[in-house]
């Protein structure tokens, strides 16, 4: 199997993976190309050069989509940036609004030993602090059945799965309330702008009013 030590390669990769890890719909090479801050000319270069390696399947103007090989180097790529993440908050006293910048360096320098230390040191953690499931090193990635809080309906009772860190801003405001992955939630009220729901932070129930692109970031279980 052809390997990816290119850094370029493991972030392409990696945004691969992450556009279709909680949505069904694949990724273009003009998202592709917004998403990773580059001109499309470059992915069309570095798609032809990944699928030459096996790594992408694509045609012209078609959608990216990771062959097999590609996607265990994907989970490779991911497994570091979530275990650098959660080692970043649980030892190193960053909050998790903070991490995801670091770890976009770290996981292309970080060796193989010294990720299977920090996996032992923490305790194999199956999830990080925003609740993204971390891949084995065999690559066996546990998810749940689940569905974004922006589109549960009234009376929907879950625990919320998963935080999207895209925003830091979302993450401190969330944070503020106690709302975090674990937290058990109603929601209340889903027929307007906002979403209202009663959650259980601490013991106590927390009335929570959240706008809908909030609510579009968080993953509760069905």
């Known amino acids: 199997?052809?390997?990816?030590?290119?850094?370029?390669?493991?972030?392409?990769?990696?945004?691969?993976?992450?556009?279709?890890?909680?949505?069904?719909?694949?990724?273009?090479?003009?998202?592709?190309?917004?998403?990773?801050g580059v001109a499309p000319s470059s992915v069309t270069e570095m798609v032809k050069k990944m699928a030459a390696q096996g790594l992408v399947s694509h045609v012209p103007y078609g959608a990216v989509r990771l062959t097999d090989a590609g996607t265990v180097q994907a989970l490779?790529?991911?497994?570091?940036?979530?275990?650098?993440?959660?080692?970043?908050?649980n030892e190193m006293g960053y909050g998790w609004d903070e991490v995801h910048d670091e770890a976009e360096i770290l996981e292309h320098a970080i060796s193989d030993r010294l990720l299977e230390a920090i996996d032992a040191r923490l305790g194999r953690p199956l999830r990080d602090p925003h609740g993204d499931p971390i891949p084995s090193a065999d690559g066996v990635l546990a998810r749940e059945p689940s569905l974004l809080l922006a589109e549960a309906p009234a009376g929907h009772t879950g625990t919320i799965l998963r935080i999207s860190d895209r925003d830091p801003e979302v993450l401190r405001e969330l944070d503020e309330s106690g709302v975090g992955p674990g937290i058990e939630l109603e929601v209340?009220?889903?027929?307007a702008a906002r979403i209202?729901?009663?959650?259980?932070?601490?013991?106590?129930?927390v009335d929570l009013e959240l706008a809908r692109e909030v609510a579009a970031a968080i993953w509760v279980t069905a």
């Not at 790529?77 to 908050?89: A, Y």
């Open 1 to 36: 199997m052809p390997s990816s030590k290119n850094p370029a390669i493991e972030d392409y990769l990696k945004t691969v993976y992450s556009h279709t890890e909680w949505q069904p719909d694949p990724i273009t090479p003009s998202v592709l190309a917004g998403k990773l």
């Open 76 to 89: 490779a790529v991911v497994r570091r940036h979530r275990l650098i993440e959660t080692w970043l908050v």
């Open 188 to 191: 209340t009220d889903a027929s």
């Open 196 to 205: 209202l729901a009663t959650a259980r932070v601490a013991g106590r129930a």
